[in-house]
Structures are given as C-alpha cells and as structure tokens.
C-alpha cells in the first residue's frame, strides 16, 4: 500500500471494489463490505464489483473488502475510510471534534466487541477442492480463535452472546428514536453500523438473527437507510 | 524484487520404486568411465587393487602378488629413461588425484597404491580370469532378485582389468540403492578345488542400513533453496522401496504427495501439490495478487530421459533429451488444470583442441483455459537460461513483476575451451574453462484463438544476448561468472548486462 494518492480527480471514476462471493463470507466479513458499500454510497462514489474467491489472500492483511484505486489499493472499512477522508471526499468531514471522538468510539466499540463475536465458520472455503476445503476452513477458525485469546474476547458462542448485546444496546441508546447517528447527517458510523446490522438481520442462522428483535430501532434503522435501496 | 513466492509448511510423502534399473546395466560403464576421463580416474580403478590383491590366497595367484612386488621394487627406484619419463606425468597425476580424493581416502594410501598398481599395471591388466563364484554377504531383509541381475555382470569379466572395472561398477549399482553401507568387495581364489587355476571367487560384504532414517537437510538447485525435515523407511519389502515423509518449507514449489515409478528410460510420477500463493511484499503488482490465495493440484507426469554425456554439469561430448508432459485436473480432482510440454535438448561434441562445442535448446508449451496459476506457468531469463537479463526477466510483466507465459523457446550455443596457458594444470585450474556463449529465446502467449499469429509472434519477437565468462565445475554443480550483452530485449524486459554469477546444476 502506498501513502500517496493520486491528485487529479480521476480516481473517482475507476473504484474497483473487490470482495468474496456472498456464499463464501463470514458474518463480520459481510457486514464489512456492506459497510464499505454503504459508506461508499453515502460518499456519493461510483464503484465497480469485482467477486474473487480469493480476496482474502489478495489483501495483505487478510482483511476484505478491497478497494482499488489504480496504482493503490486500501483493504478493510478503516483504511478504505481513511483514504477517503483523506480525499476530503468524507461524510464526517464537516463534524466537530468531539462528535467526531464519539463516533469513533463507537466505531472500536463495534469492531472489537461485535466483530469477532459475530464470527461463524459458515460455509467459509466452499469454494475449494476436497480436502483443503477441510483444512483451510480449521486453519482460519484455529487463527481467529487464537486472535480472540490474545484481545481476552469471548470464543464461545454463548459468552459472545452477551457482549453483542451490550454493544446493540449501545448503539440503540445512541440511536434513541432518530434515523442518523449523529444529527440529521449521514456518517461512517452510520455505514458501519448498518453494515454490521444489516449481515446480523440477514444471517441464516436463526439465533443470531433474533438478537435485533429487542432492539426496534436498529430494524428502523437499518429499513430505513436512505441509500442502500440500490445495494 | 521477490515478489511471488509459494510458501507454505507442506508435508511430503513420497514412494520410490528403484526396481527397474535394468535399462542402466547395459549404459552405465561407458558413463562412468567416461565421466572422468583424466588418468586421475584410472588411479582410482587401481586403487581397488590394492586391499584385492592382498588377499589372495592360492599358488596362481600368489604370481601375481609376486609380480606386484617386484614391480614395486623397481616402480619406487625409478630406473631407465622411460621410467623416468612416466614417473614425471605420474607426479602430476598424482598431485591432481591428492586434490581430488583428499576428503574423502586417505592420501597416503593412495599415494602407495598408485605406485604399486601402475607398475604392475600392464601384468595384471591382461591376465586371464574367469569367475566361478559370486557370494553375497549381508542380506538380510533384502530380496536376492533385486541384487542377482545388478551384479550379474561381473561373471562375463574375462581378464582382471575387465573383472575390476565390473566390480567397481557393480558396488556403484548396490551404493546407488541406497540400502546399504559399506559395500566392500573381495576377490578370492575359487573355493572349488576342481576348478581351474585361472577361476576366482568374488565375494561382496554388504551391510543393510536401518530402516528408518530421519534426515533434516537443505535443498539449493537452480536459484531456489528449501529446508527440509523429514524421515524415511527404507527397504520396505526388500525391493529397495522408500517412503518417505518429509516437511519443507520452500522458495519455489513442494510436493504433497508424490509417487514415482521408473522404468528405464520412462518415468511416471503422481503428484499431489498444495499450492499457497502470498505476495511478500505490499508493493507486488496487482496481476500477481490476483493469483494468490490456496490451490490443489493433482497431476499426472511422464518423463522420458536420454542420456548419453559424459558428465550433467560440464560435458565434453554426448547428448541429453529431456521430454516432460504433466497433465493436471485429471479425474476432476484439485483446482488446477493444465496440459504441460516441455523438450530439454542438449548436444555436445569436443572439437580440436579440447574446446568443448555445445548446444542446447529448451521449448516448452502450456495448454490451459485458465485454471492454472502463476506458478505452473513458464518463466524465462537469468545467469541460468538467457544470459544478460534479470532472473525471470524476459516476457510478459505487470507493473515491474514477471507474470510469466504460457510458450517458451530458449537455445543457447557454446563454445568451451580450458583457460589459456593452462595454470594449475592437473589441480584446481583442471577446474576451470572460459566460454563464449550466444543465447537466444523468448517467452510469450500462445492464444487458442490465433495460434498461427501469436506463434509467428512468439519467433519474431525473439530476444538474444552474448558474452564470455568464466565457469568453475564444484562437483555436481557449476559456477558461472560471465560478462553479458543482451542484443535484443523488449521495453518491459529486466535486462542485466555486464558482469552476472550464477550457480546451478543445469544451464541452458
């Protein structure tokens, strides 16, 4: 990853976005790149999807989504929304520093806690021939439970449970009866957020989706979010 | 710039069949005794004379160990103009074959066996024998049909030179097993009392290795390295068979599961590969990063190899061909699929003045619909194929990084003379030879859609580079140091001209 970005405007128009097949993410990997999407959306920015199977081991942190600006390339929502405020592209931009503070707190809050809580081995390397379609799926859930040790997070499901509602509540406090996170302005808070919920609303698995239930204005939120229509 | 690598902690599980060497029995003695075609070698067939000789035993042939020691005695007084004469090259000989065997036989050993033998050279080198019996000690676990056809040769030695050079040979072929260490050999007088005074009983003393072996060990070939840890059963049903398990850990390519059958000249591999592609570093082109991420490849491999040089690293006469195919994705197992071609052809011949004319020429074709990756694909240029260019820097590039072809053809022409004036003659400057080479090649894309178009394509757009350089043989390998001109390169190709090293085992 290079620091500099290109000066013209140009880049604006070759966005690529690069992601896995919808059938092959993870939760949090899912939420991600809705967030990315949304966030992308909100930034009024055209982009084009790139499905590959092997985004994963394209990025060198191991973290999708990707974006690509030609020569350069940002990989996971942090870099990717750095590199757009840097840009001066941002929705944040015009907030004041203690609301910028806020929100991202909020924004490590939902990535420390509900990120790897929301993690299942669902489906995840299906795209691989037999036997590595074993392996790699065992290798990954081994390196993500050792990640989870090492920040003291909760590897058991049930465990997580309880932290994801702390966050849900959280955010629900925050949210109060409003459809914007912060005034009547759409943030990167706001796309993280309904990135996050969105994949939690969406999941297959049952349990996991009935967390937003006690929780109606996050469903608000999420219905209602104004630019995801298209996605 | 390193920038795309397979690297991952693989196991290697690998089964080898060393049953069918036949093919060899009829090839090897020339090979060998070409190989090493300095009167050092000669000592060295000698020097097995001296613990023979020692121990035999009967009337007949305590003749011959009287004619020994007399030329012994007459051999170290050096008397007469002609003994003189041959004592001096035998000095020089003698000073390379120290040089050569230091590490290996004791020197002063030898020193006595070369003038014992040499003396005694042209007695024995006629004398008529005729085997009667062969015995085999040390079987164990091993079956005797594996061993019976590999020394069956010795019986048609008809006098001692030949019987010599057959059990020289012989004890290579049961070293090369791999299943036993030491393999010594003895020569008797036959134990029959009926037979003829001229019959001689050999006798070969082996000694069965363990089983089991575990070896942790480092692997350089041709600009890759690899560590590898790993444990071997040998002799399994006593047929030489080996299964070996092994980790490496690697720059280049690793084996998951291989099996590997000979049958002459033929060769069936099986492989099972488990490919990780990693871009080490963050600034490797985006064409490279497409690429990476895990593969399976099951492949099957046919080999056919002739060989008929007289050494693989610096041959002066002989020719080498090499055709390999490998086909993957058979039977719709692993992810990658790919027809591969690829023809090694050499040809050397030694012109007036011991210069070394070779030549060589490399083509190789890959023949896929996408589904392989970067690393079954050709790569072409560096101190190894065409000279004067960086490592893998002729071909089709993306932002600095070679992205490799799926057609290649590479030649290369030498000529080879030892170093003028011919310092260190008979010791290290044996070693070392000047050569002048011309390379040419190119590596390119052959689409199915015009084949007569990207082929012509892939003629016209060739590459080419000259030079003269330095090359010094260190055993199995050798060492280049060449300046290089490359003539003709394309605006994407990393070219490298001056001064270029280069070590390897093979060399276009």
Request: one cysteine or more.
């Amino acid at each position: 990853m290079a620091t500099a970005p290109p000066s013209d405007e140009a880049w604006t128009k070759s966005i690529e976005l690069y992601c896995k097949p919808s059938d092959e993410e993870l939760l949090y990997e899912k939420g991600e790149k809705l967030a990315v999407k949304a966030y992308l959306a909100i930034s009024r920015l055209e982009y084009s999807v790139h499905v590959r199977s092997n985004t994963e081991f394209m990025s060198p942190s191991g973290v999708v989504p990707i974006i690509r600006v030609p020569p350069l390339f940002f990989c996971g929502f942090n870099a990717i929304a750095n590199f757009i405020e840097l840009k001066e592209r941002s929705a944040s931009s015009l907030l004041d520093s203690q609301t910028t503070a806020d929100m991202k707190a909020y924004i490590s809050l939902i990535q420390d806690k509900l990120l790897p809580a929301e993690l299942t081995k669902h489906k995840y390397g299906d795209n691989l021939p037999s036997p590595l379609n074993q392996i790699i799926p065992w290798l990954k859930r081994q390196s993500i439970i050792r990640s989870l040790r090492n920040r003291e997070l909760p590897i058991v499901y049930s465990d997580a449970k309880s932290t994801i509602k702390q966050v849900l509540q959280a955010l629900s406090n925050r949210l109060g009866t409003s459809l914007r996170f912060f005034d009547d302005r759409l943030t990167e808070l706001d796309a993280l957020a309904y990135g996050h919920l969105k994949s939690i609303q969406d999941c297959d698995l049952l349990e996991i989706r009935n967390l937003l239930t006690d929780y109606p204005n996050l469903v608000v939120f999420c219905n209602n979010f104004p630019v995801m229509n298209n996605l | 710039m390193v920038t795309m690598v397979n690297l991952k902690l693989k196991l290697n599980l690998h089964i080898k069949y060393k049953n069918a060497f036949d093919f060899f029995l009829g090839k090897m003695p020339n090979q060998v005794l070409v190989s090493y075609p300095s009167p050092v070698y000669k000592n060295l067939q000698y020097f097995y004379l001296v613990p023979l000789s020692t121990r035999l035993k009967n009337t007949h042939v305590d003749t011959i160990v009287d004619t020994l020691q007399e030329t012994t005695g007459k051999g170290s007084s050096m008397q007469g103009a002609e003994n003189e004469k041959r004592g001096a090259t035998r000095l020089t000989k003698l000073t390379d074959c120290i040089m050569y065997f230091l590490s290996s036989i004791s020197s002063a050993l030898l020193y006595f066996g070369v003038i014992i033998i040499k003396s005694a050279e042209q007695q024995l080198k006629n004398k008529k024998i005729k085997v009667h019996n062969i015995n085999i000690d040390g079987l164990r676990v091993t079956r005797t049909d594996l061993v019976q056809p590999k020394i069956h040769n010795v019986f048609e030695a008809a006098t001692f030179e030949e019987l010599v050079k057959e059990m020289y040979l012989s004890k290579n072929y049961l070293e090369d097993l791999d299943i036993f260490h030491p393999v010594n050999v003895f020569i008797d007088a036959a134990s029959d009392k009926k037979a003829d005074p001229i019959e001689l009983d050999v006798t070969f003393r082996v000694r069965e290795l363990s089983r089991f072996s575990a070896q942790f060990k480092t692997e350089v070939g041709n600009q890759d390295s690899r560590l590898v840890i790993g444990g071997k059963l040998r002799n399994l049903f006593g047929r030489a068979e080996e299964l070996m398990g092994s980790i490496a850990y690697g720059a280049k390519k690793s084996t998951t599961l291989q099996i590997i059958t000979e049958f002459g000249a033929h060769s069936l591999h099986f492989d099972s590969v488990w490919r990780e592609i990693q871009c080490l570093s963050d600034r490797s082109s985006w064409a490279v990063r497409e690429e990476s991420g895990h593969s399976l490849k099951c492949s099957i491999k046919h080999a056919f190899m002739r060989d008929t040089r007289d050494h693989s690293v610096s041959p002066t006469t002989g020719h080498f061909i090499r055709f390999e195919q490998e086909h993957a994705g058979l039977g719709s197992l692993g992810d990658t699929k790919f027809h591969r071609f690829f023809l090694e052809c050499q040809y050397n011949k030694t012109l007036p003045y011991n210069i070394v004319f070779s030549s060589s020429l490399n083509l190789g074709l890959l023949a896929s619909d996408g589904q392989s990756k970067i690393s079954d694909r050709f790569f072409l240029g560096g101190p190894l194929s065409i000279r004067g260019f960086q490592m893998r820097g002729i071909g089709p590039h993306s932002e600095g990084d070679s992205i490799g072809g799926n057609a290649l053809w590479a030649s290369g022409l030498h000529l080879i003379s030892p170093l003028p004036f011919k310092p260190l003659q008979g010791g290290f400057g044996e070693r070392l030879r000047t050569h002048l080479f011309v390379n040419a090649g190119n590596l390119g894309h052959i689409r199915s859609s015009a084949i007569r178009d990207s082929t012509e394509e892939l003629i016209r757009g060739y590459r080419w580079s000259y030079g003269i350089g330095l090359l010094v043989k260190l055993g199995v390998a050798q060492l280049e140091l060449n300046y290089c001109v490359p003539c003709r390169a394309h605006a994407t190709d990393r070219i490298s001209p001056g001064f270029q090293f280069g070590v390897g085992l093979s060399f276009l």
